[in-house]
Nanobody, 113 residues
Framework: VQLQASGGGLVQAGGSLKLSCAASGIILRDNPMGWYRQTPGKERDLVAS???????NYADSVKGRFAISRDDAKNTVYLQMNSLKPEDTAVYFC????????WGQGTLVTVSS
């Protein structure tokens, strides 16, 4: 199973970014998926999840601003991030919810004030 997160970058507060998580060796529509983020010295936190049935859940800190989705044809999960805040600055990772290892490199999101 390999997952590649991409789409991060530098954005001003209030801006938007869309992260992608491309997968190989796993069919994403058959697995509950999560987007996580981590800042230096802190634990990795789950910010959004998507079940195989399409149900979504969000951390309170991103609710109403972030949206997780999936393109089954591309076997890719996305995280649309709007109204970004400096506190959203982190490295973002994707992983199936049942896997808490092999995180990959993630993608860095930096939100400037």
């Amino acid at each position: 199973v390999q997952l590649q997160a991409s789409g991060g970058g530098l954005v001003q507060a209030g801006g938007s970014l869309k992260l992608s998580c491309a997968a190989s060796g796993i069919i994403l529509r058959d697995n509950p998926m999560g987007w996580y983020r981590q800042t230096p010295g802190k634990e990795r936190d789950l910010v959004a999840s998507l079940t195989s049935r399409g149900s979504t859940n969000y951390a309170d800190s991103v609710k109403g601003r972030f949206a997780i989705s999936r393109d089954d044809a591309k076997n890719t999960v996305y995280l649309q991030m709007n109204s970004l805040k400096p506190e959203d600055t982190a490295v973002y990772f994707c992983n199936p919810l049942w896997r808490q290892s092999l995180w990959g490199q993630g993608t860095l999101v930096t939100v400037s004030s």
